[in-house]
Protein backbone atom coordinates (compact mmCIF):
# COMPACT_ATOMS: atom_id res chain seq x y z
CA UNK A 1 0.00 0.00 0.00
CA UNK A 2 1.13 3.47 -0.11
CA UNK A 3 0.67 6.44 2.42
CA UNK A 4 0.63 10.07 0.88
CA UNK A 5 0.88 12.92 4.09
CA UNK A 6 -0.07 16.14 3.06
CA UNK A 7 1.72 19.66 4.76
CA UNK A 8 1.58 23.78 3.58
CA UNK A 9 -2.08 24.45 3.62
CA UNK A 10 -2.77 27.80 5.25
CA UNK A 11 -3.92 31.54 4.94
CA UNK A 12 -2.81 33.80 2.17
CA UNK A 13 -3.80 37.00 0.96
CA UNK A 14 -5.16 36.98 -2.65
CA UNK A 15 -2.22 37.35 -5.12
CA UNK A 16 0.23 35.55 -3.05
CA UNK A 17 1.85 31.96 -3.00
CA UNK A 18 1.70 28.98 -1.29
CA UNK A 19 3.39 25.79 -1.79
CA UNK A 20 2.10 22.58 -0.71
CA UNK A 21 4.10 19.44 -0.30
CA UNK A 22 2.85 15.26 -0.11
CA UNK A 23 5.18 12.74 0.92
CA UNK A 24 4.55 9.53 -0.78
CA UNK A 25 5.85 6.19 1.65
CA UNK A 26 5.26 2.88 1.38
CA UNK A 27 5.11 0.53 -2.43
CA UNK A 28 6.22 3.77 -3.92
CA UNK A 29 6.99 1.99 -6.61
CA UNK A 30 3.76 0.85 -8.09
CA UNK A 31 2.49 4.40 -8.73
CA UNK A 32 2.17 5.70 -12.51
CA UNK A 33 0.67 9.27 -11.45
CA UNK A 34 -0.09 11.98 -8.50
CA UNK A 35 -2.32 14.42 -8.71
CA UNK A 36 -3.94 17.24 -6.47
CA UNK A 37 -7.72 17.51 -6.42
CA UNK A 38 -9.67 20.21 -4.49
CA UNK A 39 -12.98 20.45 -2.54
CA UNK A 40 -15.14 23.11 -1.89
CA UNK A 41 -17.57 23.86 0.92
CA UNK A 42 -20.86 22.06 -1.22
CA UNK A 43 -19.17 21.68 -4.15
CA UNK A 44 -17.71 18.68 -5.92
CA UNK A 45 -13.80 17.81 -5.50
CA UNK A 46 -12.47 18.98 -8.69
CA UNK A 47 -9.11 18.06 -10.35
CA UNK A 48 -6.26 20.70 -10.38
CA UNK A 49 -2.91 19.10 -11.51
CA UNK A 50 -1.34 15.68 -12.27
CA UNK A 51 2.32 14.90 -12.98
CA UNK A 52 4.24 11.41 -13.82
CA UNK A 53 6.18 9.50 -11.07
CA UNK A 54 8.34 8.66 -13.47
CA UNK A 55 8.90 11.41 -16.63
CA UNK A 56 7.87 14.90 -16.80
CA UNK A 57 4.41 15.01 -18.29
CA UNK A 58 2.00 17.60 -16.37
CA UNK A 59 -1.82 18.69 -16.81
CA UNK A 60 -3.37 21.13 -15.25
CA UNK A 61 -7.40 22.14 -15.26
CA UNK A 62 -7.61 25.50 -17.16
CA UNK A 63 -8.66 27.89 -14.12
CA UNK A 64 -4.89 27.22 -12.49
CA UNK A 65 -2.79 26.72 -16.11
CA UNK A 66 -0.21 29.53 -15.62
CA UNK A 67 -0.57 29.85 -11.56
CA UNK A 68 0.22 26.93 -10.62
CA UNK A 69 2.81 24.29 -11.07
CA UNK A 70 3.13 20.37 -9.75
CA UNK A 71 6.39 18.75 -9.47
CA UNK A 72 8.16 16.28 -8.27
CA UNK A 73 11.00 14.49 -6.41
CA UNK A 74 11.46 11.20 -7.04
CA UNK A 75 14.60 11.10 -4.40
CA UNK A 76 12.77 12.63 -1.45
CA UNK A 77 9.14 10.47 -2.56
CA UNK A 78 7.60 14.03 -2.68
CA UNK A 79 5.15 15.84 -4.86
CA UNK A 80 4.92 19.65 -4.63
CA UNK A 81 2.52 22.21 -5.58
CA UNK A 82 3.22 25.31 -6.34
CA UNK A 83 0.13 27.95 -5.80
CA UNK A 84 1.01 31.75 -7.09
CA UNK A 85 -1.22 34.36 -7.67
CA UNK A 86 -3.58 32.73 -5.67
CA UNK A 87 -7.24 33.93 -5.97
CA UNK A 88 -10.00 33.31 -3.71
CA UNK A 89 -11.72 30.94 -5.97
CA UNK A 90 -8.74 28.69 -5.13
CA UNK A 91 -10.03 28.57 -1.66
CA UNK A 92 -10.75 24.81 -0.95
CA UNK A 93 -9.36 21.60 0.76
CA UNK A 94 -6.65 19.94 -1.31
CA UNK A 95 -6.21 16.54 -1.68
CA UNK A 96 -3.13 14.70 -2.94
CA UNK A 97 -3.88 11.40 -5.21
CA UNK A 98 -1.89 8.68 -6.05
CA UNK A 99 -2.57 6.55 -9.38
CA UNK A 100 -1.35 2.37 -10.03
CA UNK A 101 -2.16 2.79 -13.78
CA UNK A 102 -3.95 6.30 -14.77
CA UNK A 103 -2.53 10.07 -15.44
CA UNK A 104 -6.00 11.57 -15.88
CA UNK A 105 -8.38 13.97 -14.38
CA UNK A 106 -11.05 11.57 -13.12
CA UNK A 107 -10.37 10.89 -9.72
CA UNK A 108 -12.33 7.43 -9.53
CA UNK A 109 -9.04 6.67 -11.19
CA UNK A 110 -6.85 7.43 -7.99
CA UNK A 111 -6.46 4.89 -5.45
CA UNK A 112 -4.42 6.67 -2.31
CA UNK A 113 -5.26 9.96 -1.20
CA UNK A 114 -4.02 12.03 1.55
CA UNK A 115 -5.97 13.51 4.46
CA UNK A 116 -6.50 16.65 2.84
CA UNK A 117 -5.08 20.74 3.62
CA UNK A 118 -6.96 23.43 3.74
CA UNK A 119 -6.13 26.79 1.31
CA UNK A 120 -8.09 30.03 2.21
CA UNK A 121 -7.07 32.94 -0.16
CA UNK A 122 -8.41 36.33 1.33
CA UNK A 123 -9.52 38.97 -0.79
Known amino acids: QVQLVESGGGLVQAGGSLRLSCVAS????????MAWFRQAPGKEREFVAA????????YYRDSVEGRFTISRDTAKKTVYLQMNRVKPEDTAVYYCAASTNSFNDDPTNYDYWGQGSQVTAAS
Open 26 to 33: GRTFILYA
Open 51 to 58: IRWSGVRT
